[in-house]
Nanobody, 122 residues
Framework: QVQLVESGGGVVQPGGSLRLSCVAS????????MGWFRHTPGKEREFVAW???????YYSNSVKGRCTISRDNTKNTVYLQMTSLKPEDTAVYSC????????????????WGQGTQVTVSS
């Protein structure tokens, strides 16, 4: 059974940086596409970034230029490096395994981690 475990969240001041990690277990990692989404109460899950198994990447307009998604197949891990953080980046960030459909649609993902909280506040 596939398991995804996120870490790296925390409280950071505006303008600060964080690196989130998502470790996958239970299946081959190198041939899967992965995505990061974020969720706040009362809102739908929002696409953040996607990385294909060949390392192609896509970003939402809201984080483009401030976030970098990467992967280390030797560690079964996908990362999300976030810089110049803003209060509106506050959310629970989750990683997911892309299955089928549009990569910016959460319904296209077959598995999710439990998420890690990011709070941007002064």
């Amino acid at each position: 059974q596939v398991q995804l475990v996120e870490s790296g969240g925390g409280v950071v001041q505006p303008g600060g940086s964080l690196r989130l990690s998502c470790v996958a277990s239970g299946r081959t990692f190198s041939d899967i596409d992965m995505g990061w989404f974020r969720h706040t109460p009362g809102k739908e899950r929002e696409f953040v970034a996607w990385i294909g198994w060949q390392n192609h990447t896509y970003y939402s307009n809201s984080v483009k230029g401030r976030c970098t998604i990467s992967r280390d197949n030797t560690k079964n891990t996908v990362y999300l490096q976030m810089t110049s953080l803003k209060p509106e980046d506050t959310a629970v960030y989750s990683c997911g395994i892309f299955y089928n459909g549009f990569f910016n649609n959460p319904s296209a993902y077959s598995a999710w981690g439990q998420g890690t909280q990011v709070t941007v506040s002064s």
